[in-house]
């Protein structure tokens, strides 16, 4: 049989994709129908499974952890994703013109990036530690605390002090994103308003804000994406205590599924986590569209 | 990887099949075990078995606080090692989805059967069938520094035998200096306070479950409200150093050698560490008291079974029997101060003597275990309700709403 | 310089050199800001390193020391006998995996990127969207049945399983990337190639991929990354600690028998970690900022 040539060209480029194709369908389409159907079982990981409908999905609104892990995750990412954006912008402010050695700055600030999140959460652990750590080293040494303080075992400390090592974590993140946007303004923009006597906020409110409207509203959703979606900070650096106050959705579901076995149960939950997440991207590409 | 193994097994027992004439005897037999990482004996049984038998055991030590989930990805994989020695608490959910080996007719053949500790027989038990019989024993007790007691004034060898007692003890070790602390306790170690605070209960005649383990008891029983504000009142008087609040268990055993506490929760498999690492310490133990008192302890340690699936059933029995014969009973287990599964056999050469060992074997004598399927889920796993219940009326003080919680989330675990 | 016009002038500043003053005070201070910034940022990488070069007995002093007393390497030597077999053996395993998942990543997004931009064929568009869908779905939220699965081809505990669920994951972003590399080089040069009658695949090798080279090192980057500090499904898909990769080990092992933790040994072993990252990120570095804004233009 003689192909035409556009007819080879059609075949030859359905083969090019299709191992593509057969990666993204084995490994995330029929996953993705299989958290569907297994979140309408009773699936333990071991042992006879069982159909029960709903079952699963009722359970969820009277699981009291469930319930304290989805309010926890929002008031976490509710409490990160200011002083990312904050100290982001600050950031990528002071490394936005090319003054000599900034380089180096800019790679600085972004080194704790490429380092994986579990490795700086077993770093800040040992930092933070009531014995060994050096913040409480300082603090005692300074005389600014009267006696070691156990951050990771109080409610209210753990969550700050979480924070501040995402931040180290992650700001470098935001602060490229933000450069980018920063440097897609054009001065010109700046020169003419100083011209007409703009301070710093007047700039700040009129020109840069605005113009960063979309680069910002990218930042923030992975940011929050990534937020929720939160598991390894917790899990080395809590393990989702002190109270079980520092338990994430992810945390909660893994726990129910490859701890308690209950992975019918965790499939339902994931439903839910991707519902909030589509719901995140929706807004996302609500936000980016309505510029254009 | 795994395919290509398969086919080079298959290959070489063709050719084993082909050019001999099959005999059980010559091919050798490989056996997997488990171990959760606890000191017991394991290692010293499986090297010497491994000295004098054909048949070779190769011993893995998975961490305690993965032990659950390990086992229950290697069985979900189809890959469980052929004997497993499991923490006793959690024998009922594995028998009960069909994961161990019934060995009632090989236990009906133990001419000392009945002598086998009976926490343990018990939970290696599923309706009316042996799963599981004792491989590691250890009562829990309450350790006390007998040097710091002479300092407080406080007579040795008359410990405390209700909680007043206990307290009015603490209270006046703790008053001998900074450094010193009249008790200790892991707050953020759910495994620990189940082994060591449970007792308190029980030797009161609570429990937080009820006697069919159907449902909780926790704001029924109002001895587990009392013993809850029993160790409130430790931490709210600072009887306890301050890291004890989030100690995960790293320091369960290693606060205690340190010489400034004057009591704590402990276990048998404590003491061979002791005597043999802190030569110093002056030590003795007595069992955990009831409010007015009595006494009671965590039946706990390991049991000893085959997983479903093994390929070496009779040869693994074999193994399991022997490590319950005198010779490892006493040559292994009591030389090197573990207490023997068989409770007759605790009156051994290296136990005489030693007033410490008898006590903390005898512990065993009122040893008490729950036994539900859903043991980890409520009680060890670190996010379960019953280290967040302890945690929030014994850390915080607020112990109606801890009851409340924890009844709550109990019920919502046992109901499925 | 700065000397000559900062010298005070009888006859009083001129408005120019107040400006110039002013602006050089400004900078001055911006790097005083961006000095202790970067000090802050690079402290808990430095202390880590610092400690791991302690002897093991001080590294676990109660308070900790500032410096160490004496260097030592006896950290890094009780790494190889850290846990049950040596933190070579993790090394090894996380190698591995990041290798598998930077050449898979590489090969499929090289292809797929080369069918996206330049073929036309049936179902392109809805079969583009569906690879893109994946960036908007995290793999968090389809972990379990992806275990199932992997237990179920026998591919757990192993790990070639673990790097399939990597590249699947880095497949979005490394088809969005090269399909922008390849829609980026003039159609003609490649036009000239097929009249000469080459075939497809030898236009690719021969002809595309040193063009797109800065978009495959990108991937690379990207992917080896990735992978090398992914703990999650590390954490679930791999139960025998003979294959556990660096991270997961370094959780593990934090508690000994007797729970103690072996602190100086753990910092060298984050300090182990941390080093394959940082010096592919350092030497990389334009591709791996181009990747981002790559990723930013997109949206």
């Known amino acids: 049989m003689n192909l035409s040539w556009t007819q080879r060209r059609k075949l030859t480029g359905l083969l090019f994709v299709m191992p593509t194709v057969a990666f993204v369908t084995v490994f995330f389409i029929i996953p993705l129908i299989m958290t569907v159907y297994m979140s309408f079982h009773d699936w333990p990981l ?247 | 990887m795994t395919s290509r193994k398969l086919i080079l097994l298959v290959l070489a027992i063709v050719l084993v099949l082909g050019s001999l004439p099959a005999s059980a005897q010559d091919e050798e037999i490989n056996m997997t075990m488990w171990v959760r990482s606890i000191p017991f004996q394991t290692q010293a049984l499986v090297d010497e078995w491994n000295a004098s038998n054909d048949s070779q055991i190769e011993l893995t030590v998975i961490p305690s606080a993965e032990f659950v989930t390990k086992m229950g990805a290697a069985i979900a994989a189809g890959e469980p090692p052929d004997i497993a020695s499991i923490d006793l608490i959690y024998t009922p959910a594995f028998a009960a989805a069909g994961q161990l080996v019934d060995i009632t007719d090989f236990v009906k053949e133990l001419p000392y059967a009945d002598t086998l500790t009976p926490a343990h027989m018990a939970l290696g038990m599923y309706e009316g069938r042996n799963y599981a019989v004792p491989t590691g024993v250890d009562g829990s007790f309450i350790v006390y520094n007998i040097d710091l007691f002479e300092q407080a004034g406080l007579d040795p060898d008359n410990p405390p035998t209700t909680w007043d007692e206990m307290l009015d003890a603490m209270r006046a070790i703790d008053a001998l200096g900074d450094e010193v602390y009249g008790y200790w306790f892991s707050m953020n170690c759910a495994g620990c306070n189940a082994f060591t605070f449970l007792p308190f209960i029980w030797a009161s005649g609570g429990d937080v479950l009820s006697d069919d383990y159907a449902e909780a008891t926790i704001t029924s029983d109002p001895i587990v409200r009392d013993a809850l504000a029993f160790y409130n009142t430790i931490w709210e008087e600072g009887l306890v150093p301050e890291g004890a609040s989030i100690d995960n268990g790293s320091n369960f055993v290693s606060a205690f050698t340190g010489g400034n506490i004057g009591m704590a929760g402990m276990g048998n498999f404590a003491i061979p560490l002791f005597t043999n690492d802190h030569p110093d310490l002056n030590f003795d133990v007595f069992h955990i008291p009831g409010k007015e008192g009595g006494a009671a302890s965590f039946g706990g340690g390991d049991v000893i079974a085959i997983a479903s699936g093994s390929q070496h059933v009779e040869e693994a029995w074999r193994f399991i029997e022997w490590t319950m014969s005198d010779e490892a009973q006493i040559e292994i287990y009591a030389a090197n101060g573990q207490i023997p599964v068989r409770l007759e056999l605790v009156n051994n050469p290296y136990f005489e003597g030693d007033e410490r060992q008898m006590t903390a074997a005898s512990a065993l004598a009122v040893g008490f275990t729950p036994y539900t399927t859903v043991y980890n889920d409520l009680f060890n796993d670190p996010n379960g309700p019953w280290l967040e219940m302890l945690q929030v009326a014994i850390l915080d003080g607020d112990i109606d709403g801890a009851i409340e919680l924890g009844q709550e989330r109990f019920t919502q675990i046992m109901e499925g | 310089m700065a000397a000559t016009s900062l010298r005070p002038n009888p006859s009083g500043h001129s408005q120019q050199e107040l400006r110039r003053m002013r602006r050089r005070a400004l900078l001055a201070l911006r790097y005083v800001i961006l000095l202790v910034l970067a000090l802050l940022f690079l402290f808990p990488i430095a202390w880590s390193f610092i400690n791991s070069i302690k002897l093991p007995s001080e590294a676990l002093a109660v308070p900790p020391t500032y410096l160490p007393s004496e260097i030592s390497l006896k950290n890094y030597e009780e790494l190889t006998t850290y846990g049950k077999i040596g933190i070579a053996q993790h090394v090894y395993n996380s190698t591995v995996v990041a290798l598998i998942t930077v050449l898979g990543s590489i090969v499929l997004s090289t292809l797929g990127g080369y069918g996206f931009a330049r073929f036309n064929f049936p179902g392109k568009n809805v079969l583009f969207v569906m690879v893109l869908s994946t960036l908007m779905i995290p793999f968090q939220s389809i972990l379990i049945p992806l275990f199932v699965m992997i237990v179920q081809v026998d591919l757990h505990d192993t790990l070639f399983g673990l790097a399939l669920v990597y590249i699947t994951f880095q497949l979005p972003f490394g088809i969005f990337l090269m399909r922008n590399s390849f829609l980026a080089v003039p159609q003609e040069i490649e036009e000239s190639a097929l009249l000469d009658g080459c075939s497809s695949i030898s236009i690719l090798y021969r002809l595309m991929l040193r063009l797109v080279l800065p978009g495959i090192v990108t991937v690379a980057i990207y992917a080896f990354i990735n992978s090398w500090n992914e703990f999650l499904a590390a954490l679930i898909f791999m139960s025998d600690q003979d294959k556990f990769t660096l991270p997961v080990f370094l959780t593990t092992v934090r508690y000994g028998i007797w729970g103690d933790v072996n602190w100086g040994a753990l910092q060298a072993g984050v300090i182990v970690s941390i080093i394959p990252s940082l010096a592919i990120f350092l030497a990389l570095q334009r591709y791996y900022m181009d990747g981002l804004m790559g990723g930013a233009v997109k949206n």
């Open chain 1, 46 to 292: 071991f042992g006879e499974r069982a159909y029960t409908g709903l079952e699963n999905y009722q359970e969820l609104s009277k699981d009291r952890q469930y319930l304290k892990s989805l309010d926890f995750t929002f008031r976490y990412t509710a409490l990160v994703t200011p002083p990312i954006f904050i100290l982001g912008f600050i950031l990528a402010s002071l490394v936005r013109h090319n003054i000599p050695y900034i380089g180096i700055f800019r790679t600085i600030f972004f080194l704790p990036v490429v380092i994986g999140l579990g490795v700086s959460s077993l770093l800040w652990t040992w930092m933070l530690d009531d014995r060994i750590g050096i913040f409480n080293k300082i603090l005692l040494d300074f005389h600014l605390v009267p006696k070691a303080q156990l951050f990771l075992g109080r409610p209210n400390t753990a969550m700050n002090v979480i924070i501040l090592s995402v931040v180290w974590k992650t700001v470098g993140f935001t602060m490229i994103l933000l450069l980018a946007g920063l440097q897609a303004i054009p001065d010109e923009l700046y020169e003419s308003a100083e011209v007409d006597g703009a301070g710093y906020f007047r700039k700040l409110f009129y020109i840069t804000l605005p113009l960063m409207r979309r680069t910002i509203a990218l930042a923030l959703i992975l940011s929050v994406i990534g937020s929720v979606l939160s598991f390894d900070q917790f899990y080395i650096m809590t393990r989702g205590g002190p109270r079980n106050s520092t338990i994430s959705i992810v945390f909660w579901i893994f726990n129910n599924s490859f701890t308690y076995f209950k992975m019918g149960y965790g499939a339902a939950m994931s439903i839910v986590l991707l519902a909030i997440l589509v719901a995140l991207t929706g807004l996302q590409l609500y936000v980016l569209r309505e510029k254009e």
